[in-house]
C-alpha cells in the first residue's frame, strides 16, 4: 500500500476547455507524469471515473452557477490538494464581464425562455467558495507550467512559478517596446509573465491574460495611458479582458468608469 499512486483528478466548471486541452497538449510530458499517478477522473480524456477521495484535483472554470457552488463544495471535500488553473477558475475568467452589469437583462436577450435559467449574479474565482492550495493563472495556461506545478505537488515542494512581469519576457527576448514605440496600450508592466511575452512579439500590447503580477501599480500605467491619448472609458476597458475581476484590475478599471 506504500507504493500506490497518488490519485489524480480534472474537474471543470463554467469555463470554455481551454486550459484541459493545455494539459493534453502536454503529450510526452503527460505521458511520463502518468507514470507516476492515476488518473482517476478525467471526462475530457478519459470514460474511466473513479470515485474519491483524490489526491491532486485539477478545476478549470468560474463559479457561475448555484450547481458550480454544489458541485466545488463537494469536490473540496474530495481533494487532499487542490488546484485552480486558468482566468476563469482564478479570477472569474472572461465572463465576469457580467459582474458590472445585469445578468437578468442578458437572459432576455439570449434565451427564448429565460425563466428556465438558473445562474448567479456574478462570474467569481473558485477562492471566492472554497480555500485552494494554488492557482496557476493563464488565459489558457502555459503547459509547461502545469506540469511543473503538478510535479512540485508530488514530491511535496513549492512551485517555481515565475512571477516577474511580462516586461521582463520582453527584454529577455529583445523586443522593441510597443508603448514606447507605438503608443499601443499595453498591460505588460502589472501582468504576471507566462506566455514568452506573446502578443507585444508581434507588436500588439498585452492583454493580461495571466492576470496582475505581484505588487502591481495600475494606477502609474493608466496614467501613462492617459498621456498617449487614452481616454477613461478606453483605459477602462484595456482592464477589462480576461483577468477583469481580478482585484487590481477591477479596481483600475472601475476608478477609470466615471
Known amino acids: ?4 499512486k497518488p490519485k489524480f483528478a480534472v474537474f471543470k466548471m463554467s469555463s470554455c476547455d481551454g486550459c484541459q486541452l493545455s494539459l493534453l497538449d502536454a503529450e510526452d510530458e503527460l505521458l511520463e507524469l502518468l507514470g507516476g499517478i492515476e488518473l482517476a477522473y478525467f471526462p475530457e480524456a478519459s470514460s474511466r471515473m473513479l470515485k474519491g477521495p483524490y489526491d491532486i484535483g485539477l478545476v478549470e472554470g468560474s463559479i457561475t452557477t448555484p450547481r458550480n457552488v454544489e458541485e466545488i463544495r463537494q469536490i473540496r471535500k474530495e ?6 488553473i486558468g482566468a476563469c477558475a ?3 475568467g ?3 464581464l457580467r459582474n458590472w452589469k445585469d445578468v437578468k437583462e442578458f437572459t432576455k436577450i439570449v434565451y427564448a425562455s429565460p425563466e428556465y435559467i438558473s445562474t448567479l449574479n456574478r462570474s467569481l474565482p473558485v477562492s471566492s467558495y472554497v480555500h485552494v492550495d494554488f492557482e496557476l493563472r493563464g488565459c489558457p495556461i502555459n503547459k509547461y507550467q502545469l506540469i511543473e506545478v503538478l510535479k512540485a505537488f508530488l514530491n511535496h ?7 516577474r512581469s511580462v516586461c521582463v519576457d520582453c527584454k529577455l527576448k529583445g523586443n522593441v517596446c510597443v508603448m514606447v514605440a507605438r503608443s499601443t496600450p499595453c498591460l505588460g508592466p502589472v501582468t504576471q509573465g507566462g506566455c514568452n511575452a506573446l502578443c507585444p512579439s508581434y507588436d500588439r500590447g498585452c492583454f493580461g491574460c495571466y492576470g496582475p503580477m505581484d505588487s502591481t501599480n495600475t494606477s502609474s500605467l493608466a496614467a501613462e495611458f492617459r498621456e498617449m491619448g487614452e481616454t477613461n472609458y478606453e483605459i477602462m476597458n484595456v482592464f477589462r479582458s480576461y483577468n477583469a475581476y481580478a482585484e487590481p484590475f477591477r479596481k483600475e478599471s472601475e476608478a477609470n468608469e466615471k
Open 94 to 96: 472572461i465572463q465576469a
Open 79 to 84: 481533494c487532499k490538494i487542490l488546484i485552480t
Open 157 to 163: 515542494r513549492k512551485p517555481n512559478i515565475a512571477t
Open 90 to 92: 482564478t479570477a472569474g
Open 1 to 4: 500500500m506504500a507504493n500506490k
